[in-house]
């Protein structure tokens, strides 16, 4: 039947997205190790610091703006100081290799699909829609060509440091699970509890996509398509769903 057909062609798909790495690890040389390593640590103190102080500012504040530019400045600057970072290669369908582009813009736009779905639910719980609408006042009460530019900025900043820099200065084995849950803690200071859960599910699904590809290209792909669909349509969901 056409569920089967349509269940086992996006089983097919999740594998190869997410599954199957389309090259071996390569080991580093133990100097670039220890540097990544180190730059990696400072480099998640001040951003974690800098990112909870970002989002308690009062909506419609301009020293938003300056302190989301400085939070994706400490991202940038520590994924470039770490050392070298691969782009990455996926696999197509003929069983050769390409740019993840395609691919990883599926998957990002499938995540918001089922976030979209989960939000219908959220907000008819004002304890769980309340602080989320507090997120969202920034957009609503700034300037929202602004706020969509700096949520890429910083959605490609993010990959390029955690699943970039921080990804490969970690073991291969646990570097997965380390930096998913890295990437979650960064977001309990806020104090919003669905954005550390947000955070865990795009954690998990790019860091397993940097697993696959070795780069940091499909990440960032999935990642600002996931984050400028929340942004567009995640108000639109929760107001109609009240």
Same mark, same amino acid.
């Given at each position: 039947m056409w569920h089967a057909a349509v269940l086992s062609e996006l089983g097919g798909f999740l594998r190869a997205a997410l599954a199957e790495p389309v090259t071996p690890h390569v080991p580093e040389e133990p100097t670039v190790l220890r540097r990544r390593r180190v730059v990696a640590a400072v480099t998640y103190l001040a951003g974690t610091a800098a990112l909870v102080a970002t989002l308690r500012i009062e909506p419609g504040d301009d020293r938003f703006y300056r302190a989301a530019l400085g939070l994706a400045?400490?991202?940038?600057?520590?994924? &470039?100081? @770490?050392?070298?970072?691969? &782009?990455?290669?996926?696999?197509?369908?003929?069983?050769? *290799?390409?740019?993840?582009? *395609?691919?990883?813009?599926?998957?990002?736009? $499938?995540?918001? /699909?089922?976030?979209?779905?989960?939000?219908?639910? *959220? /907000? =008819? #719980?004002?304890?769980? =829609?309340?602080? &989320?609408?507090?997120?969202?006042?920034? /957009?609503? #009460?700034? @300037? $929202?060509?602004?706020?969509?530019?700096?949520?890429?900025?910083?959605?490609?900043v993010e990959e390029l440091y955690f699943r970039g820099a921080l990804f490969s200065a970690l073991p291969p084995r646990y570097a997965v699970g380390w930096t998913t849950v890295l990437y979650s803690l960064t977001t309990i200071g806020t104090g919003v509890p669905l954005l550390v859960l947000a955070a865990a599910a795009l954690g998990l699904v790019t860091a397993l996509y940097r697993r696959v590809t070795a780069g940091v290209l499909a990440p960032i792909v999935t990642h600002i398509t996931w984050s400028t669909g929340m942004l567009l349509l995640l108000p639109v969901v929760l107001e109609a769903a009240r």
């Open positions: 400045a400490i991202w940038g600057l520590g994924a &470039v100081l @770490s050392g070298p970072l691969r &782009v990455g290669f996926a696999r197509t369908r003929a069983g050769g *290799v390409t740019t993840p582009v *395609v691919q990883p813009l599926a998957l990002g736009v $499938l995540m918001v /699909a089922v976030f979209l779905g989960g939000a219908v639910a *959220v /907000a =008819r #719980f004002p304890l769980l =829609r309340e602080p &989320v609408d507090a997120l969202l006042d920034h /957009a609503r #009460f700034g @300037s $929202l060509p602004v706020v969509l530019a700096i949520t890429v900025l910083n959605g490609v």
